[in-house]
């Protein structure tokens, strides 16, 4: 059973506009969450991170937000920029992380 | 690069064979991570070590198997290899293993004929 879900196989959008990214996890108990990136023949890599006892963490183009009650997190990137193209997974766990399937995004020029 | 290095980078094997795959931390890292990602799948968890101690395990097989040597580095094995466990292997390390993000290797794409 899937305990974390990236329902959108892929997502398109404009450079220049913004770029959201869903997961929903189904276990209350986790209470970490993070965002990787991964580009082809490459191993994921660590984009930004936030704990249950926040609900908004920020880093540059990246904000993560967290809504623990509907356990869903979302990635919004802004602007999007066509090196922003790549599969992003989210991860939920503490000590242990469940990955969802990923999500292909394009940014168009 | 990450720093996290796994060998081989491409496996080819026969159904019924055994294969180890190895990998080597970051420095400093403590604990290891073992994932697999198959076709259309996202990273499935296998397997954690900490400092030598199997830490968390997760959807391993029984036929898979895992340790973490001295130096910390690790290897996954997996035998009585069948068509279903052709896929890319990922090693991923991280300091502690208890929060805080993890550093992935380029993986191993192992291919089972």
């Known amino acids: 059973d899937q305990q974390v879900k990236q329902n959108s196989p892929s997502l398109s959008v404009q450079e220049g506009r913004i770029s959201i990214l869903n997961c929903d996890y189904t276990?209350?108990?986790?209470?970490?969450f993070l965002w990787y990136k991964k580009y082809p023949a490459e191993g994921p890599t660590f984009l930004i991170s936030?704990?249950?006892?926040?609900d908004k963490n920020e880093d540059g183009r990246f904000t993560v937000f967290l809504n623990k009650s509907a356990k869903h997190l979302s990635l919004h990137i802004v602007p999007s920029q066509p090196g922003d193209s790549a599969v992003y997974f989210c991860?939920?766990?503490?000590?242990?992380?469940?990955f969802g399937t990923g999500t292909s995004l394009t940014v168009i020029p | 690069d990450s720093g996290v290095t796994q060998t081989p980078k491409h496996l080819i094997t026969a159904t019924g064979q055994r294969v180890t795959l190895r990998c080597s931390p970051r420095?400093?890292?403590?604990?290891v991570y073992w994932y697999q990602q198959s076709l259309d799948q996202g990273l499935q968890f296998l397997i954690q070590?900490?400092?030598?101690?199997?830490?968390a395990k997760g959807n391993i097989l029984e036929r898979f198997s895992a340790q973490q040597f001295p130096d910390l580095h690790s290897e996954l094995n997996l035998s009585s290899l069948e068509l279903g466990d052709s896929a890319l292997y990922f090693c991923?390390?991280?300091?502690?293993?208890?929060?805080?993000?993890?550093?992935f290797g380029q993986g191993t794409r192992l291919t089972v004929v």
């Open positions: 991923a390390s991280s300091v502690s293993g208890i929060y805080g993000e993890a550093f």
């Open positions: 276990n209350s108990m986790f209470d970490y």
């Open positions: 936030i704990s249950s006892i926040k």
């Open positions: 991860a939920a766990g503490g000590n242990q992380f469940y």
């Open positions: 420095s400093g890292d403590l604990s």
């Open positions: 070590y900490y400092n030598g101690e199997e830490r």
